[in-house]
Protein backbone atom coordinates (compact mmCIF):
# COMPACT_ATOMS: atom_id res chain seq x y z
CA UNK A 1 0.00 0.00 0.00
CA UNK A 2 1.59 3.39 -0.60
CA UNK A 3 1.88 6.08 1.63
CA UNK A 4 -0.99 8.76 -0.25
CA UNK A 5 -3.42 5.37 0.40
CA UNK A 6 -2.12 4.80 3.80
CA UNK A 7 -2.61 8.82 4.35
CA UNK A 8 -6.28 8.70 2.57
CA UNK A 9 -7.38 5.42 4.60
CA UNK A 10 -6.21 7.17 7.83
CA UNK A 11 -8.05 10.67 7.77
CA UNK A 12 -10.69 9.36 5.89
CA UNK A 13 -11.04 6.31 8.68
CA UNK A 14 -10.46 8.86 11.57
CA UNK A 15 -13.29 11.34 10.37
CA UNK A 16 -15.86 7.56 9.69
CA UNK A 17 -14.83 6.36 13.21
CA UNK A 18 -15.69 10.09 15.25
CA UNK A 19 -18.81 10.41 12.97
CA UNK A 20 -19.73 6.73 14.13
CA UNK A 21 -18.97 7.79 17.85
CA UNK A 22 -20.86 10.70 17.69
CA UNK A 23 -23.79 9.27 15.88
CA UNK A 24 -24.00 6.63 18.82
CA UNK A 25 -23.53 8.56 21.30
CA UNK A 26 -26.38 11.29 20.26
CA UNK A 27 -29.04 8.16 19.74
CA UNK A 28 -27.90 7.06 22.83
CA UNK A 29 -28.86 10.26 24.56
CA UNK A 30 -32.25 10.24 22.49
CA UNK A 31 -33.05 6.69 22.96
CA UNK A 32 -32.21 7.06 26.73
CA UNK A 33 -34.80 10.39 27.29
CA UNK A 34 -36.82 11.17 23.77
CA UNK A 35 -37.55 7.69 23.56
CA UNK A 36 -38.89 6.44 27.19
CA UNK A 37 -41.70 8.55 26.60
CA UNK A 38 -42.04 9.70 22.81
CA UNK A 39 -42.02 13.18 24.20
CA UNK A 40 -41.25 16.03 22.35
CA UNK A 41 -38.68 18.57 23.34
CA UNK A 42 -38.89 21.95 21.83
CA UNK A 43 -35.82 23.90 21.89
CA UNK A 44 -36.76 26.58 19.52
CA UNK A 45 -39.44 27.71 17.24
CA UNK A 46 -38.26 25.99 14.29
CA UNK A 47 -36.01 22.96 16.32
CA UNK A 48 -37.46 20.08 18.17
CA UNK A 49 -36.09 16.94 19.40
CA UNK A 50 -38.59 13.92 18.83
CA UNK A 51 -38.50 10.07 18.87
CA UNK A 52 -39.02 8.26 15.41
CA UNK A 53 -38.11 4.74 13.97
CA UNK A 54 -37.12 5.18 10.28
CA UNK A 55 -37.57 1.44 8.85
CA UNK A 56 -36.47 2.62 5.44
CA UNK A 57 -33.53 4.81 4.01
CA UNK A 58 -33.81 8.60 3.46
CA UNK A 59 -37.00 10.40 4.61
CA UNK A 60 -38.52 7.08 5.79
CA UNK A 61 -37.65 6.15 1.74
CA UNK A 62 -38.45 1.99 1.40
CA UNK A 63 -40.01 1.45 4.68
CA UNK A 64 -41.78 -1.60 5.32
CA UNK A 65 -42.41 -4.02 8.06
CA UNK A 66 -40.67 -7.17 6.26
CA UNK A 67 -38.36 -8.48 8.66
CA UNK A 68 -35.48 -8.76 5.96
CA UNK A 69 -35.21 -5.18 5.13
CA UNK A 70 -33.11 -3.81 7.70
CA UNK A 71 -30.77 -6.76 6.48
CA UNK A 72 -31.31 -6.21 3.00
CA UNK A 73 -30.47 -2.31 3.98
CA UNK A 74 -27.64 -2.94 5.55
CA UNK A 75 -25.69 -5.26 3.22
CA UNK A 76 -26.35 -2.80 0.90
CA UNK A 77 -24.80 -0.27 2.65
CA UNK A 78 -21.93 -2.51 3.58
CA UNK A 79 -21.50 -2.79 -0.04
CA UNK A 80 -21.26 0.88 -0.86
CA UNK A 81 -18.71 1.51 2.16
CA UNK A 82 -16.55 -1.21 0.70
CA UNK A 83 -16.79 0.60 -2.50
CA UNK A 84 -16.42 3.61 -1.04
CA UNK A 85 -13.56 2.28 1.52
CA UNK A 86 -11.67 1.61 -2.14
CA UNK A 87 -12.09 4.95 -3.48
CA UNK A 88 -11.01 6.26 -0.55
CA UNK A 89 -7.92 4.77 -0.21
CA UNK A 90 -7.33 6.11 -3.64
CA UNK A 91 -8.04 9.58 -3.33
CA UNK A 92 -5.22 12.35 -3.44
CA UNK A 93 -7.27 15.43 -2.29
CA UNK A 94 -7.96 16.48 1.64
CA UNK A 95 -11.60 17.32 0.60
CA UNK A 96 -12.41 14.13 -1.41
CA UNK A 97 -11.08 11.75 2.29
CA UNK A 98 -13.45 14.17 4.48
CA UNK A 99 -16.17 13.56 2.31
CA UNK A 100 -15.93 9.86 1.89
CA UNK A 101 -14.84 9.78 5.64
CA UNK A 102 -17.97 11.36 6.16
CA UNK A 103 -20.30 9.40 4.28
CA UNK A 104 -18.64 6.06 5.66
CA UNK A 105 -18.51 7.00 9.00
CA UNK A 106 -22.75 7.91 8.12
CA UNK A 107 -23.62 4.63 6.71
CA UNK A 108 -21.91 2.47 9.20
CA UNK A 109 -24.08 4.57 12.16
CA UNK A 110 -27.15 3.45 10.60
CA UNK A 111 -26.30 0.09 9.73
CA UNK A 112 -25.61 -0.42 13.63
CA UNK A 113 -28.80 0.80 14.40
CA UNK A 114 -30.37 -1.49 11.30
CA UNK A 115 -28.77 -4.17 13.31
CA UNK A 116 -29.22 -3.67 16.43
CA UNK A 117 -32.93 -2.02 16.31
CA UNK A 118 -34.13 -3.46 12.72
CA UNK A 119 -34.87 0.66 12.26
CA UNK A 120 -33.38 3.64 12.34
CA UNK A 121 -33.23 5.81 15.34
CA UNK A 122 -33.96 9.49 14.07
CA UNK A 123 -34.61 12.77 16.77
CA UNK A 124 -33.55 15.76 14.45
CA UNK A 125 -36.67 17.58 13.72
CA UNK A 126 -36.34 21.07 12.02
CA UNK A 127 -39.69 22.92 11.04
CA UNK A 128 -40.98 25.82 9.50
CA UNK A 129 -44.66 26.98 9.39
CA UNK A 130 -46.09 24.17 10.10
CA UNK A 131 -44.20 22.19 7.64
CA UNK A 132 -41.31 19.23 9.09
CA UNK A 133 -38.70 18.10 7.15
CA UNK A 134 -38.37 14.23 7.82
CA UNK A 135 -36.23 13.77 11.04
CA UNK A 136 -32.97 12.78 11.02
CA UNK A 137 -29.95 11.69 12.88
CA UNK A 138 -26.03 12.73 13.11
CA UNK A 139 -25.58 9.80 10.54
CA UNK A 140 -27.50 11.48 7.84
CA UNK A 141 -26.10 14.70 8.34
CA UNK A 142 -22.54 13.12 8.07
CA UNK A 143 -23.95 11.75 4.77
CA UNK A 144 -25.74 14.97 3.81
CA UNK A 145 -22.25 17.16 3.90
CA UNK A 146 -20.49 14.39 3.11
CA UNK A 147 -22.36 14.40 -0.34
CA UNK A 148 -22.08 18.51 -0.56
CA UNK A 149 -18.28 18.16 -0.08
CA UNK A 150 -18.02 15.27 -2.84
CA UNK A 151 -19.80 17.90 -5.08
CA UNK A 152 -17.51 20.24 -4.33
CA UNK A 153 -14.88 18.36 -4.40
CA UNK A 154 -15.90 16.97 -8.10
CA UNK A 155 -16.31 20.41 -9.20
CA UNK A 156 -13.02 22.00 -7.54
CA UNK A 157 -11.19 19.18 -8.56
CA UNK A 158 -12.28 19.46 -12.23
CA UNK A 159 -11.11 23.07 -12.15
CA UNK A 160 -7.76 22.38 -10.83
CA UNK A 161 -7.33 19.61 -13.47
CA UNK A 162 -7.92 21.90 -16.01
CA UNK A 163 -5.66 25.12 -14.53
CA UNK A 164 -2.75 21.86 -14.53
CA UNK A 165 -3.66 21.43 -18.22
CA UNK A 166 -3.87 24.66 -19.40
CA UNK A 167 -0.82 25.88 -17.23
CA UNK A 168 1.61 22.58 -18.73
CA UNK A 169 0.16 23.79 -22.37
CA UNK A 170 1.52 27.16 -22.07
CA UNK A 171 5.02 26.16 -21.56
CA UNK A 172 4.64 27.83 -17.46
Do not use: C
Not at 100 to 129: K, M, P
Amino acid sequence: MTDAAKRSLKLGGLLALLVVLADQSTKQWALSTLFQDGRIVEVTPFFNLVAVWNRGVSFGLMASDDPMTPYYLSAFALAVVIGLGIWLSKATSPLLRISLGLIIGGAIGNVIDRIRFHAVVDFIDWHVAGYHWPAFNIADSAISIGVVFLLFDSFLGDSRRADAHISKGSGE
